[in-house]
């Protein structure tokens, strides 16, 4: 089991979104329509842990994928960089 203290859940999520939409074949602009309450830009800086998204947001994120949200919190894969990262977003 992988501990999560201290590492930034955000860069998780956002690894994940990323790996999901490219496996989708998706580019930024295409989620951030199908997601409908997020722009490009907040896509990328989402995917490169530097945003902390709400519930509501991510929770859209797995809709616009359609993924399960529990999916998106799979850590098996993960690089290293990933899970060593310490929290450093803005809000």
Not at 13 to 21: A, E
Not at 22 to 27: A, D, S
Not at 64 to 88: H, M, Q, Y
């Amino acid at each position: 089991m992988v501990k999560l203290d201290g590492m930034n859940v955000y860069h998780l999520l956002g690894w994940r979104v990323k790996q999901v939409r490219i496996k989708l074949g998706l580019t930024q602009e295409e989620l951030a329509a199908r997601h409908g309450k997020v722009t490009q830009g907040y896509v990328s800086e989402f995917e490169n842990g530097k945003i902390n998204a709400t519930l509501e947001i991510i929770n859209g994120f797995s809709l616009a994928l359609d993924t399960p949200l529990s999916e998106l919190f799979i850590v098996t894969g993960v690089p290293d960089a990933i899970l060593n990262s310490k929290i450093r977003t803005k809000f």
